[in-house]
Structure formats: C-alpha cells, structure tokens
C-alpha cells in the first residue's frame, strides 16, 4: 500500500508561482512513475507532468514552466510551477503507479487557484 498527500496548494496571481509536494508512504517510490494531474472545474483530469526513472513528460500546456522533479530518499515528488495562469486553477492530484504490481495510488489533491 502507498499512501500520498500532497501540499503546497493555494492562491497566486498570474506570473506567480507555487510548489507543489507530495510525500509518499508505505513500499516502494524509487521504482515507481509518479504523476501530477489536474481538474478544472467542469473539466476532465488530465495528465500534467510525469516522471518515472530519468524520463519526464509534460503537458503541451505546462511544458517549460512546471518542471518535475523528485527526492527519492525522501519520498517526495515536486512539482515546481512557474509563470502560472489563470487556466491553470483547478484541483491537483498527485498518482503513483507501480509497474511491478500495476497498483495505482491517488493523493487527495490540493487546490490551486490563479488569479488577479
């Protein structure tokens, strides 16, 4: 079992930035993918930003202003976002998946807000 909670949520101006964390227990981090995604109100979830051994993928929309990043010592994925956006308020979730087991983990989400 994996249990994720993230913070670091809130509300920013446009050009702000906030740092997202999500810490992780219980087995295994270092060999698992770990996931941001999001929801916007009224929208589907979507994929953010992912990293899984030295590969990363981002969103079209977040690419050059979210990077990923992750300590696998602490148990803790990063997702640092830069130059936000209005459209990028929505609720954040963390996921962790486990390619030795196919198990996928999800953290509560924390909400971001971008506004002036």
């Known amino acids: 079992q994996v249990q994720l909670v993230e913070s670091g949520g809130g509300s920013v101006q446009p050009g702000g930035s906030l740092r997202l964390s999500c810490a992780a227990s219980g087995t295994g981090f270092g060999d698992h993918t770990m996931r941001w995604y999001r929801q916007a109100p009224g929208k589907q979830r979507e994929l953010v930003a992912e990293?899984?051994?030295?590969?990363?993928y981002y969103a079209d929309s977040v690419k050059g202003r979210f990077p990923i990043s992750r300590d696998n010592a602490k148990k803790t994925v990063y997702l640092q976002m830069n130059s936000l956006k209005p459209e990028d308020t929505a609720d954040y979730y963390c996921n962790s998946y486990s390619i030795d087991t196919g198990n996928n983990y999800w953290g509560q989400g924390t909400q971001v807000t971008v506004s002036s």
């Open positions: 990293s899984s051994g030295a590969h990363t």
